[in-house]
């Protein structure tokens, strides 16, 4: 299956961009020591762009390894091929499987279960923040209905893991009618600044709390595995 076998993706347009960025991510792996490692597709990527980022996310000591277009296949690549070396982050924030164009629901979350599971295995100390897939397209359409389903097949992964939680990031994004305003998502897909900081929000209120536990201030709960 495509969505759980590591690729390399293909180099459409000829200037070597993504494998100059993995080169780059390897390099800043061996230099940095985040606390906060942030892996992903565009919309992680991005991210570094966003006044949250600058705001929140920058003074948790973040790294960010978000490269435009990945599918779930070309990260667990990055990952099984150093991404992962030289690091020992307290969290890993992931979110991909927009861009797995062809692949059904089941299979994007294979995906999914496969990047977590490899960063079980390599980084068994940190903890893992899954994002939900967010609705995209102005309209109703196909691509919304499926990555509904991988959030909610993912939903049901996550309960009872004590060290991997799903944040919902979808904080209201479809209106009344069914729309998507591009005031949030500019084409309808990547976001805006006003985008970034109603879906990421959330996640600043989970990793504050994730580090101040961590650092002995307050004791952990157990976890019911997902958070709204």
């Known amino acids: ?6 690729k390399v993706p293909e180099d459409v347009q000829g200037d070597d961009r993504w494998m100059s960025m993995h080169r780059r991510f390897l ?30 996310f920058c003074a ?16 667990l690549w990055r990952l099984e091929n150093g991404e992962l070396d030289n690091l020992a982050p307290k969290i890993i924030v992931v ?15 294979d995906g999914l279960k496969a990047i977590c599971s490899l960063l079980r295995d ?22 919304r209905e499926r990555n509904k389903a991988v959030n909610d097949i993912m939903e049901e992964h996550v309960k009872g893991n004590s060290k991997l ?12 009618d069914e729309s998507i ?15 970034y900081a109603k879906a990421f929000e959330p996640v600043n209120e989970l990793l504050t709390q994730l580090l101040q536990e961590m650092e002995g201030e307050i004791e952990r709960p157990e976890t019911e595995g997902s958070a709204e």
């Open 122 to 143: 390599r980084q068994p100390q940190a903890f893992v923040v899954l994002l939900s897939l967010l609705p995209r397209g102005h309209m109703p359409n196909p691509l």
């Open 181 to 195: 305003s591009h005031h949030d998502m500019y084409d309808y897909l990547h976001l805006t600044q006003k985008g």
């Open 95 to 109: 979110l991909v499987g927009t861009n797995n164009h062809g692949d059904a629901p089941e299979q994007i979350a």
């Open 1 to 6: 299956m495509s969505s759980v076998t590591p």
């Open 60 to 75: 948790m000591h973040s790294l960010n390894f978000g490269i435009g277009g990945d599918r779930t296949e070309h990260v």
């Open 27 to 56: 390099q800043e792996a061996r230099d940095a020591e985040p606390d906060i490692l942030w892996i992903g597709d565009s919309l992680i990527q991005n991210l570094i762009q966003s006044k949250i980022w600058e705001k929140s």
């Open 165 to 176: 939680q799903l944040v919902n990031i979808d904080t209201g994004f479809i209106q009344a």
